[in-house]
C-alpha cells in the first residue's frame, strides 16, 4: 500500500495550493481593507513588507478562507505566528513594538469587521490582466 494517499491527505492537497487558494480579486481587496498593511505589527507595503494573508482561527483548526477569518500580515508575523492564538500572538507583537496587545487585538477585529470593497479589487484586477497581457504581447 506504499504509494497510495490516503483522503485525510489527499484533502490537504487540493487546499494547499500555494496562492491559488483565494482568488486575486477577493486577495486584493483584503489587502486593500486592510490599508496594505500588516494588522499585527503595522508594516506597510510602502515599507517594504511583504504582503500575505493569514487566517484568524487557523485552517487547520476549523477556520474558514472567509473574509471575515482573514487579515493582512506581513511575512514575517504570518510566519511567526506559528499556531499561537490571536491574544497570544498580540502580546508576542507587543513586546517587538511599541503597540500594546489590546491595541493589536482591537486593530485586528477593527480589519475583520471591515466591508470588502470587491467591485473596486476586481477592476483593479482586470485592469492588471489587460496590461499584463499587453505586455507579454509586446515581447
Aim: proline share 1%; net charge positive.
Amino acid at each position: 500500500m506504499a504509494g497510495r494517499q490516503g483522503k485525510g491527505q489527499q484533502a490537504r492537497q487540493r487546499r494547499q495550493q500555494g496562492m491559488n487558494w483565494i482568488r486575486p480579486a477577493k486577495r486584493l481587496a483584503i489587502y486593500l481593507r486592510d490599508g496594505l498593511a500588516c494588522c499585527w505589527c503595522g508594516e506597510a507595503l510602502e515599507d517594504g513588507a511583504s504582503l500575505t494573508l493569514d487566517h484568524c482561527l487557523p485552517y487547520a483548526k476549523g477556520g474558514s478562507n472567509e473574509a471575515c477569518n482573514l487579515v493582512t500580515a506581513c511575512a514575517a508575523c504570518n510566519s511567526s505566528r506559528g499556531a499561537r492564538t490571536m491574544a497570544g500572538y498580540a502580546r508576542v507583537v507587543q513586546e517587538r513594538t511599541n503597540r500594546q496587545a489590546a491595541e493589536v487585538l482591537a486593530a485586528v477585529g477593527r480589519a475583520r469587521r471591515r466591508v470588502l470593497d470587491m467591485d473596486t479589487a476586481r477592476a483593479m484586477v482586470a485592469r492588471r490582466g489587460l496590461a499584463g497581457a499587453l505586455l507579454d504581447a509586446r515581447r
